[in-house]
């Protein structure tokens, strides 16, 4: 898991997806990943607990980040599933990724979109 979550974020910006509760706890539900690759491209990735799934919150998290990237026009957004995860996949595609089948490669599925 250490070499998985340091290969996200090097080079790159890591958040702590949190939900706040009344009392002004914090309970960490997820990390949200954000990595410049070259001139006009950046992959974005998510991973949430699985008390977390089908709520929207990587949806919120997602379309939150891409509208805090519309001012750079013409950023190239990259981010990448396994096939067995429909849900994530779902979730791009929400979020106006389109799958890049010629980009797919060892068993990994690939989605981009312009910001």
Sequence with gaps: MDAWLEARSSGG???VVSLRDEDEDQDRIGLF???ALDEGAASVGYLF???AW???Y???ALG???R???PRSGLRLHAAVVPENAASARVLEKN???RDPDADADGVLWFQRMV
Excluded: H, M
């Design 49 to 51: 607990a699985e008390r």
């Design 13 to 15: 910006e890591v958040a």
């Design 54 to 56: 089908g709520r929207g």
């Design 64 to 66: 939150g980040t891409i």
């Design 58 to 60: 990587a949806s919120e």
């Design 33 to 35: 990943f954000l990595k």
């Design 96 to 98: 106006g990724f389109r």
């Design 68 to 70: 805090a990237l519309a």
